[in-house]
């Protein structure tokens, strides 16, 4: 079994097949349950990677706190996780 927090979305139609693929592939995708912890690293996570917002941190913030893999469609996020030291997959 492998686990991920995913950042591919069921509300695009472009991503729709590919969520598909990762339930195909035994990915069990984790929604995390760790807002308490969630909420205050993800600024600081934007803040280390230079970013303005803290939106799109929530993601490798979340993968870091469930010690998963974030599954992301998007290179900038896989390479930012990267260089958190999070491991990332970049789905296509």
Do not use: K
Request: some cysteine; overall charge positive; glycine content about 8%.
């Amino acid at each position: 079994m492998h686990f991920g927090v995913c950042q591919v979305g069921s509300h695009r139609p472009d991503q729709r097949g590919q969520r598909s693929a990762l339930v195909r592939e035994n990915v069990t995708i984790l929604y995390p349950h760790c807002r308490a912890a969630l909420y205050p690293r993800a600024p600081d996570i934007a803040r280390s990677l230079g970013w303005a917002r803290a939106y799109d941190a929530l993601y490798p913030a979340a993968a870091e706190i469930e010690d998963a893999e974030l599954l992301t469609v998007g290179r900038g996020m896989s390479e930012a996780a990267a260089r958190l030291g999070i491991p990332a997959t970049l789905v296509r």
